[in-house]
């Protein structure tokens, strides 16, 4: 059975058991928070678990790194529109020890797309338009300057009103246990 199978087989049941009813909320975040953290699969689960996230709760934005790499990229935007449109008056950006990237070998992830049939010329045409292919795929030296950068840009970006407080935390993939970073209260 392939996976797109095997998850329609499961949905079919999952709706027909009417196991959404636990999950029924509204779009409005009732916590008022936005989140961005890291796509790692470990933190999946755990993060709403270890921050008592459930359904309905938080808005939760991810990405490889829980990194904001442009202040008007789909991540940033996602963050106006929370605050905007779902009134969240919190965000909390949850990095963690152990990120994949963290020191990302972008070399050697720039030899698996050449062994993976991209030429060399497509390469050279996107450095040729101005695209610094690797400088985009590279993530960051430290997670703790990773949450620094991101938490500055939301803080200091144009259309970020008065009010809302930023957060910079670290959770750790084995444990859960969350570090503060940067306390959003302290001005
Ligand atoms: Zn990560």
């Known amino acids: 059975m392939s996976k797109l ?3 329609l087989e499961f949905n079919k049941n999952f709706v027909e058991n009417k196991e959404y009813e ?7 975040p009732k916590k008022k928070m936005v989140i961005l953290s890291c796509m790692d699969t470990r933190l999946t689960d755990l993060l709403p678990r270890a921050l008592n996230i459930k359904n309905g709760d938080a808005k939760l934005i991810k990405n490889a790194g829980a990194a904001i790499m442009h202040p008007f990229g789909s991540i940033m935007r996602s963050i106006i529109v929370a605050v905007y449109e779902f009134n969240a008056d919190e965000v ?11 020191n990302l070998n972008t070399e050697g992830l720039l030899q698996k797309v050449k062994d993976r049939g991209i030429s060399e010329e497509t390469l050279n045409t996107l450095a040729n338009g101005g695209i610094d292919v690797k ?18 840009m939301i803080k200091n970006h144009p259309l970020m009103p008065e ?10 993939p084995a444990t859960g246990k969350l570090d503060v970073h940067i306390n959003g209260y302290e001005k």
């Not at 009010?163 to 750790?172: E, R």
């Open 92 to 102: 909390f950006v949850v990095g963690h020890s152990g990120c994949g990237m963290c």
């Open 5 to 7: 199978e095997e998850i």
């Open 135 to 152: 400088g985009w795929l590279h993530g960051f030296d430290s997670v703790e300057k990773s949450i620094e950068d991101s938490v500055n």
């Open 22 to 28: 636990k999950y029924e909320t509204s779009k409005n």
């Open 163 to 172: 009010g809302v407080a930023i957060h910079g935390l670290i959770i750790d």
